[in-house]
């Protein structure tokens, strides 16, 4: 798999995640949705770490409530 198709799925996976009411049950699904297309494990689990990090820097970005 290419360094891009990474990239890409990366993006659309944190897209659709951020706009999810329960964010991580999105990315499994999408990760789920990966393996059926042929990805092998180590490059889900390259755009599962890629997407996580990208998220808890989503949630370090936000201001604090409280």
Do not use: H, I, Y
Not at 27 to 41: D, H, I, P, T, Y
């Amino acid at each position: 798999m290419e360094a891009e198709q990474v990239a890409a799925a990366v993006q659309r996976c944190v897209a659709e995640a951020a706009k999810a009411q329960q964010p991580f049950r999105s990315v499994n699904e999408f990760l789920a949705s990966l393996k059926r297309q042929g990805w092998s494990e180590d490059e889900r689990l390259a755009v599962q770490t890629k997407v996580l990090d990208a998220l808890k820097q989503r949630r370090l970005a936000q201001p604090s409530k409280g």
